[in-house]
């Protein structure tokens, strides 16, 4: 992974590098995939695997599952004098560090490590509609028609072809809209 090129809803995207082919490079979309979002990822990933062979959405190479690390293990439990009855009982608390097995140094608890899910697609190296618009206000400039007609028409292409495909896109935007260094438009994010 080279740098952070974006946050989406269910993750991060980075540019990265093939480090068997250092000239190619690739975008790679790291996903939490946790019980709350698993649908809207798995949606993502199945639009990605089945339908990216169409000319205006982004090239899919594949996806990779990093395990997270295990927990570490709990701190062992103080000691018990066999003797005295009121230690013969379970303390809830104890019970539940050993359940949710994430219990720190200072005895707090903390979240515990989740999977990655990374996604390798296609870069698209100059960036989004929204930076285009972006770019092209601030130098007081005026985007012609004819690009406007050509955004729209490709962001058409990729809409019809989900569609033909039972699927609905829900989130199209400018910051979903990719440029590609040739100048061509790609649709993303399909969670």
Not at 19 to 44: C, G, W, Y
């Amino acid at each position: 992974l080279l740098e952070n090129i974006g946050d989406g809803t269910y993750g991060e995207v980075f540019r990265a590098r093939n480090i068997r082919s250092p000239d190619f490079n690739a975008a790679v979309k790291i996903m939490h995939p946790t019980d709350e979002v698993l649908e809207e990822i798995e949606q993502e990933y199945r639009v990605l695997l089945e339908l990216s062979n169409h000319e205006n959405l982004c090239c899919f190479y594949g996806a990779f599952l990093k395990r997270a690390p295990p927990p570490p293990p709990p701190p062992p439990p103080p000691p018990r004098n066999p003797t005295d009855p009121s230690q013969l009982l379970i303390d809830k608390t104890s019970l539940l560090s050993v359940e949710t097995n994430a219990i720190n140094q200072s005895g707090t608890s903390m979240p515990l490590p989740i999977d990655q899910l990374w996604l390798a697609m296609e870069l698209c190296t100059s960036g989004s509609v929204t930076d285009l618009a972006k770019a092209i206000l601030k130098a007081n400039q005026r985007l012609d028609e004819s690009i406007i007609a050509y955004i729209i028409r490709e962001t058409l292409k990729a809409l019809h072809h989900l569609h033909s495909n039972n699927v609905v896109h829900r989130d199209v935007k400018g910051h979903n809209i990719l440029i590609t260094g040739d100048g061509h438009i790609k649709l993303i994010d399909f969670g």
